[in-house]
């Protein structure tokens, strides 16, 4: 149900006519992340996963 709501309502705000959303053609973008340290258990591991690339 979130999924379907995100994808509905998020798009890019900037237009090719916005200053400094674009450098040579391509739009600029930001990537946000978070990472917790929990203890390395099966119990967590099933319930949050395994991270698929090293965190530093």
């Known amino acids: ?7 509905q309502l998020v798009k890019p705000m900037a237009t090719g006519e916005t200053l400094g959303a674009f450098l040579n053609g391509l739009r600029i973008v ?14 967590n591991a099933r319930v949050f996963g395994r991270p698929r690339t090293p965190i530093h």
């Open 1 to 7: 149900m979130m999924s379907q709501l995100f994808h």
């Open 30 to 43: 930001v990537i946000d992340g978070i990472g917790f340290d929990v203890p390395d258990s099966e119990e």
